[in-house]
């Protein structure tokens, strides 16, 4: 690889809006074959709000799913196993 083929360095701005980020405490994943749909849901029975929505390509969400193997495990070298979260009673649908 050239130093023109060199790494790039990309400014990301992260806008003032979206810095407190959004609790979701529930997530209901969808797609097609073009994209897959992850709806972040804050759930308080008797309702609950999508709170975020994110679309990506089916590349990108491997990249997703392999990034979130590597954190869960460095996390759990750190700080134990991580107990699994019983599922809220009842369904979940959109209306």
Known sequence: MSKEQG??????NFPQDLQGGAYAN??????TKEEFILDF????PPTG???AR????????KR???ALRDNVSKYE???GT??????????????
């Open 49 to 51: 709000t999508v709170t």
């Open 64 to 66: 997703i799913l392999e």
């Open 77 to 79: 070298r750190v700080f």
């Open 41 to 44: 849901i804050m759930v308080a």
């Open 26 to 31: 529930n997530m209901i994943v969808s797609h």
């Open 7 to 12: 790494v790039q360095e990309i400014k990301i």
């Open 54 to 61: 994110v679309i990506v390509s089916p590349g990108h969400m």
């Open 82 to 95: 991580i107990q699994v979260a019983e599922p809220p009673k009842g369904t979940i649908g959109f209306s």
